[in-house]
């Protein structure tokens, strides 16, 4: 089975530009996590879902961030406008209701740089 | 809210030596999950430990939990090549165990060396 797959790998964009990053969680998973990973915070939750229902956005950093899903097999990260400081690694992540809490699939990341 | 330091930070050790690394929790811990990053790539979930004083191995990685202690230590003996990478903790909310959302300790990166 494919594992949770994340586009673009490598995201180079310009201060001001939108960014829309894609995960598509393995198939059959009920809950999917958004992270952003950064040497000075590390690994931060920014949003889940649960069965395409965002659950807890509290991670959210501001306005600009937005997550969807609109169905079990996609969901989109979108920030508007960029900003240098949201160069960081997302990751997409997901898991299935009848596993422990916690076990969690990860995607490879989207490695974003914002110039 | 909760956090979780780890210890130490980076880790250097000779290949075929033991080692252990420490997830300490400000809060209760009500459950512990360890997770292992190489670089350039996502989490891949090692273990988990639920009650006080579970242990877990998986091939030649032991992890426990302490509740007491509010600590978890995951310890790693003769290593190889194949152990390097950054180690992660994680724990669930604890006021709502069974809850899915976790939250990551600072990170434990490790080099093996020949």
């Known amino acids: 089975d494919a594992g949770v797959i994340q586009s673009p790998r490598h995201e180079v964009t310009e201060m001001g530009q939108e960014v829309t990053l894609r995960c598509k969680p393995i198939s059959g998973h009920d809950y999917l996590f958004w992270y952003r990973q950064t040497m000075m915070r590390g690994l931060e939750l920014l949003i889940y879902?649960?069965?395409?229902?965002?659950?807890?956005d509290s991670g959210m950093p501001e306005d600009r961030f937005s997550a969807k899903m609109p169905n079990a097999s996609f969901s989109t990260l979108k920030i508007q406008p960029s900003e240098p400081r949201d160069s960081a690694v997302y990751f997409c992540?997901?898991?299935?209701?009848?596993?422990?809490?916690?076990?969690?699939?990860f995607g490879p990341g989207t490695r974003l740089l914002v110039l | 809210s909760q956090e979780l330091e780890q210890s130490p930070q980076s880790l250097i050790v000779q290949e075929g030596k033991n080692l252990t690394i420490n997830c300490t929790s400000s809060k209760t811990l009500y459950g512990l999950y360890w997770y292992k990053q190489k670089y350039g790539e996502g989490l891949i979930f090692l273990m988990m430990l639920q009650k006080g004083g579970e242990e877990k191995s998986h091939e030649k990685i032991t992890a426990k939990l302490d509740e007491k202690k509010q600590q978890s230590s995951l310890h790693i003996t003769a290593s190889q090549p194949s152990h390097a990478g950054i180690y992660l903790c994680?724990?669930?909310?604890?006021?709502?165990?069974?809850?899915?959302?976790?939250?990551f300790g600072t990170g434990t990166r490790l080099t093996i060396i020949p």
């Open positions: 994680g724990a669930p909310n604890p006021a709502n165990f069974g809850n899915e959302k976790l939250t």
């Open positions: 879902f649960n069965n395409n229902v965002p659950i807890d």
């Open positions: 992540a997901s898991s299935f209701h009848q596993r422990p809490p916690g076990t969690q699939y």
